[in-house]
């Protein structure tokens, strides 16, 4: 079965609301095996929104539609779906007698808009909405499907999860699941990566690999189409294992294991203590690391160090280096990583120093340019990168880099 989403709503055009409900259902889709090939947004507008689901249905098996079933004038699904089916709409009992039992228990007394709610198109069948008043639509004729849902978020998952996954999985026959895993790489950048396992995007077709970039990373999602979710696990588990080799500790975590849960990890693991001096990352680095549970057992001190005043009096910079080599160096940086392995007697250390923009700084370093410093108690290192992007996004891309600096010394020296 092909589907299609249509979403109608004038807010979504202007921008006044992000659309999040075309994502779970089409996550929900993929799980019982559906194809999803287009989703489409419309504004309030009858011509317009007729033309764009008679398009759909040309198209698609099934099309999915969200928004337009309010009690307004501006809601305009029922009247949309009865013009394409050619019917005309009729008085619901069911559907009044949903929104009234809400109403009543709500305390509301405006039922005269209630009305709109219980006229629905003749033949379809209701779908019961536990959120909200107005109920959902399923329009079936000429093997075409037709489910209109509310635009509300939480309307439309409660609906999706208890009434249309439900309809659709009978509908569809049982045993075609499609389920993916994805796998998170760190450190090199996505040409890198796709000269690493060239030989495995193009070389398959079930399941397949779909990189998709991210801030400071990528991440490799595999789909498997099987008869059954042991089936689908095992066909990912085989090129999981292909990755890997490939990419060896490039490859971080899998799912939604953010970097800093790895680098926490690894500390707990080898029972060692972490320290970080921030600069350009302002903090960054040490808020990843606290929003993981039970980091205070691995992350001893935390400074952000951002004018030379700090670096100096805190972390023991000489004024000296500051003056000679400038706040942006491998200098100080190495110096920062010193200072606070220094004072924090933890086992290894992190530190940042670069210019986020939007300006060059006084030595005129380009934008982007970050020096990473990682000590230890038998040595110290520096590195220097080139970030690109926004203020923000170069905070982002060095805090993570930097991250991954500590999992890889973690991985090699611990």
């Excluded at 194809?35 to 099309?63: F, P, S, W």
């Amino acid at each position: 079965m092909i589907a299609e989403i249509l979403m109608i709503g004038t807010e979504l055009l202007l921008g006044h609301v992000v659309d999040t409900n075309s994502a779970y259902i089409g996550r929900k889709l993929a799980g019982i095996g559906i194809n999803l090939y287009h989703k489409a947004a419309v504004g309030d507008n009858k011509i317009r929104a007729t033309a764009t689901l008679r398009e759909a249905l040309n198209r698609a098996d099934l099309v999915i539609v969200t928004g337009g079933l309010g009690p307004t004038e501006d809601d305009i699904t029922r009247e949309v779906v009865s013009e394409v089916f050619g019917v005309g709409q009729v008085h619901s009992d069911e559907a009044m007698t949903h929104a009234l039992s809400l109403l009543n228990r709500w305390g509301h007394q405006d039922r005269a808009s209630m009305k709109r709610l219980a006229q629905v198109p003749e033949g379809a069948t209701l779908i019961p909405n536990p959120r909200g008043t107005a109920c959902g639509l399923i329009i079936e004729n000429m093997g075409k499907h037709v489910i209109c849902l509310p635009g509300v978020p939480g309307e439309m998952e409660a609906m999706m999860d208890l009434s249309v996954i439900p309809y659709l999985t009978r509908l569809e026959g049982e045993g075609r699941i499609i389920s993916s895993r994805t796998l998170r790489v760190c450190g090199p950048g996505e040409a890198e990566i796709e000269d690493k396992i060239r030989h495995l995007l193009h070389g398959k077709s079930n399941p397949t690999i779909a990189p998709l970039v991210s801030l400071g990373e990528v991440m490799l999602r595999i789909t498997a189409k099987a008869s059954s979710q042991g089936e689908a696990g095992a066909m990912i588990d085989r090129v999981e294992t292909e990755l890997r080799e490939c990419l060896g500790h490039d490859i971080y975590g899998t799912g939604d294991d953010e970097i800093q849960h790895g680098v926490v990890r690894l500390l707990k693991e080898r029972n060692l203590t972490c320290a970080v001096a921030e600069s350009v990352t302002g903090g960054l680095i040490s808020h990843k690391l606290t929003e993981v549970p039970g980091c205070s057992k691995v992350l001893g001190l935390a400074v952000t160090s951002y004018s030379n005043t700090a670096k100096t009096k805190v972390l023991d910079v000489p004024s000296a280096d500051l003056e000679r080599y400038g706040a942006v160096s491998r200098e100080v940086a190495l110096r920062m990583a010193r200072g606070i392995l220094s004072l924090s007697g933890a086992d290894v250390s992190i530190s940042t120093t670069g210019v986020a923009g939007p300006a060059r700084d006084e030595h005129l370093h380009n934008i982007g340019l970050v020096f990473i410093g990682l000590a230890w108690k038998y040595g110290i290192t520096c590195g220097r990168f080139q970030f690109f992007g926004t203020r923000s996004e170069i905070k982002e891309r060095a805090a993570k880099r930097s991250l991954d600096i500590l999992r890889r010394h973690l991985l090699r020296h611990h």
